[in-house]
């Protein structure tokens, strides 16, 4: 259980389903048999530019049936009408992990058995993150002098593949690009990046991390004057393929975002690199320093209380199902407690980028669950706020391709100030 919330520790375990695609299939040739209408009127897409299945043939037809059905068969009939779009059961897992934060390696006060067993035993996270300085700490030894040793045996040590997995990771300076860069291994033997001069990284170094397979760079505080990040000015060869976009008390999903830490620029946010074309998924992080990631900590109030936790969908609690997922971007960040998003595109997972003909509908599903209630849940559209609910579960048709390269992701926000984001989904005009 959630020592924040009593919720489980493991929200919405799934099962193995089919491709959203093959029951596509299967319902176009129920319809071919004449046994199920589709979402056909003609002048539809003349008239709207989204839609949902409340407005199918099926639906009306059961809404105008007459009087020769009780009404609890009509209610079945149109029930039956809408959830006939949707898609199946995932077919992948959700693990729930922190992505960010220190032991007295480096800045924090945890010694590493206790940071790990706070991630694991605490708050009962399947999945977490060590990322220490590289600098050790101001005037302390740097983590290559015998401290990285330290942690990549005890990532080891603290690993139950299929319980508990943890991440190789550490906190790298990246001045003029990213002054605060986390970079994750998809093992536990992985060497430090050391280049030209610590705490900096020329362009052609930044070029060769993120062109590498077995790391992933993930930025955080971007959008801050002292450690932030310019996506208006560097080329978007050069941004990562992730964004921390929620810590303790800090979003940078757009600029002045209500949940911001002391300062706030134009150009260091999650919008910024997306509308520059960035292919760039979210995550959270605590940036927890006290032992006490994953943890609600109400005596730091409002927002700051709540820690940055990331979600991910994969098959296995490992290190190559976790990595993998996150290379994917089949992820997304929240804050604090537990909460579910699954947010697919035309049977496309977050994260993914597909083509799609201009005259086809794009079928967008979503469904949030988390232990408060859902306040307002909101699809964001090219970097706008394109539909807005007050609940979390849906089916939307979108009929307008506005873009060659349209970007969705979810912002959802909770009845106790809770916020969370998906990763987006990229659509491409064919």
């Known amino acids: 259980m959630d020592p924040a919330g009593g919720y489980p520790a493991r929200l919405g375990q799934v099962i193995v389903g089919a491709s959203w695609a093959i029951a596509r299939n299967l319902r176009g040739e129920r319809m071919k048999k004449g046994i199920e209408s589709d979402m056909t009127h003609p002048d539809r897409k003349k008239a709207k530019r989204f839609d949902m299945p409340g407005r199918s043939a099926a639906y009306t037809d059961a809404v105008y049936s007459g009087t020769s059905a009780t009404s609890r068969e009509l209610r079945s009939k149109m029930s039956a009408a809408e959830n006939a779009f949707h898609p199946p059961a995932p077919e992948y897992n959700l693990y729930y992990g922190e992505m960010h934060g220190h032991s007295n390696l480096s800045d924090g006060s945890p010694d590493i058995d206790s940071y790990w067993r706070n991630i694991r035993d605490n708050a009962k996270l399947d999945f977490g993150v060590l990322s220490d300085h590289d600098h050790g700490g101001v005037g302390n030894d740097e983590l290559w002098k015998g401290k990285w040793d330290i942690i990549r045996t005890k990532a080891k040590e603290y690993y139950e593949p299929g319980k508990f997995t943890t991440l ?12 605060n860069l986390v970079v994750y291994y998809d093992g536990h033997d992985g060497e430090m990046l050391r280049g030209v ?25 971007t959008y801050s004057l002292s450690s932030g990040t310019d996506f208006l000015a560097m080329d978007v060869g050069c941004m990562t393929p992730l964004i921390e976009v929620i810590s303790r008390g800090d979003s940078a999903e757009y600029f002045d975002h209500p949940i911001f830490g002391g300062s706030c620029c134009e150009g260091g946010t999650w919008q910024d690199a997306l509308r520059r074309g960035a292919r760039m998924g979210c995550i959270g992080g605590s940036d927890d320093h006290d032992c006490k990631n994953g943890l609600t900590a109400p005596e730091l109030g409002f927002p700051r209380m709540h820690p940055g936790i990331t979600g991910v969908w994969t098959a296995k609690n490992t290190v190559e199902g976790i990595f993998s997922a996150l290379k994917a971007r089949r992820c997304y960040g929240f804050m604090g407690g537990r909460m579910k998003i699954d947010f697919r595109i035309n049977g496309h997972w977050m994260g993914e980028e597909f ?23 909101t699809l964001v559209k090219n970097c706008r706020d394109y539909v807005i609910l007050k609940w ?3 089916l939307v048709f979108d009929y307008a391709a506005e873009q060659d390269v349209d970007i969705y992701y979810l912002r959802v926000q909770l009845t106790d100030g809770r916020w969370g984001w998906s990763s987006p989904i990229w659509v491409n005009r064919e």
């Open 355 to 377: 083509r799609l003909p201009e005259d086809e509908d794009r079928v967008v599903w979503f469904d949030v669950e988390a232990d408060a209630p859902v306040d307002r849940l």
């Open 168 to 179: 190789l990771a550490y906190e790298r300076d990246s001045y003029p690009w990213y002054n």
């Open 197 to 221: 001069r610590d705490g900096e990284f020329m362009e052609r170094e930044l070029r060769a991390a993120l062109a590498r397979g077995d790391i992933l760079l993930c930025p955080h505080d």
């Open 392 to 394: 979390g579960r849906q």
